[in-house]
């Protein structure tokens, strides 16, 4: 009895510890080639994205680089199974100028394209975007205050027929009148949706052109948010702190 009573605790421990391996295999297998969670910290992309917004990205939409791996060691370079975004995705990529910084924006230019901001005004190889004004946006600043505040709203469509929100926290902004930027080949051109309050290509010398190998994935659905000031963990408050109709929403 002695023998068999000591031996239980030692098969239970392997079991115990050879279930906790293949779960961790399994997320590793998960996160590199199919799905990653990130949450938004900054608000960059409202209103389309918020700060507290957790979402999915999936990993396969672009094929891999090596960014794509955990700690992105160097094992090769370029995309394998590669594809381009489509104008208008919202991707996750690695800051060109800091490659341990995640970003996320939209897609704008594709290579060869000539991008610019006129009087606030997008331009596409010298076509301006159609953009219809909406109802002011009203909720945590935009601007980068703490207070509510009401902001200019508009709805872009690109030329591929994609539309999205845009927000205009003050009439020519610093990035409202540009140069042309001719998006190199291999690259592409991102932008915040909040266009006041964003760093993103238009700023060459912190984002500037985005390589194909720094992508790791489209944004595809929130599957948690908490207000802005509130933390996930603290389950506690989330009755009041989720914002429950934001569960589960397709990004677009």
Not at 115 to 144: A, F, H, T, W
Not at 198 to 219: F, H, K, M
Request: aromatic share 12%; with cysteine; charged share 20%.
């Amino acid at each position: 009895m002695s023998v068999t009573s000591g031996t239980k605790p030692e098969s239970g421990l392997g079991e115990t510890i050879r279930v906790v391996i293949h779960a961790l295999l399994i997320a590793l297998v998960i996160r590199t080639f199919l799905f990653q969670p990130f949450n938004i910290p900054s608000g960059s992309m409202k209103a389309t994205l918020l700060v507290g917004d957790y979402l999915f990205v999936s990993k396969y939409s672009y094929g891999y680089s090596h960014y794509s791996i955990p700690f992105s060691p160097p094992l090769f370079s370029g995309r394998i199974w590669g594809s381009d975004p489509n104008r208008g995705d919202i991707v996750v990529f690695r800051l060109p100028k800091d490659d341990t910084t995640d970003y996320i924006k939209r897609v704008i230019g594709l290579p060869g394209d000539r991008i610019q901001m006129r009087e606030g005004l997008l331009y596409i190889n010298d076509v301006p975007v159609q953009r219809e004004r909406l109802s002011d946006y009203i909720g945590e600043d935009p601007c980068g205050s703490e207070a509510m505040a009401r902001v200019k709203r508009w709805k872009e469509t690109l030329p591929n027929g994609v539309s999205y929100e845009t927000l205009d926290c003050v009439d020519n902004g610093f990035y409202d009148n540009t140069n042309v930027y001719t998006v190199p080949a291999g690259h592409f051109f991102m932008m915040g949706d909040n266009r006041d309050n964003s760093t993103d290509s238009r700023v060459q010398s912190a984002v500037g052109y985005v390589p194909s190998e720094n992508l790791i994935g489209r944004a595809q659905m929130i599957f948690f948010s908490v207000a802005e000031g509130e933390h996930a963990w603290m389950f506690w408050r989330w009755p009041v702190a989720v914002r429950w109709a934001r569960l589960f929403k397709i990004v677009r």
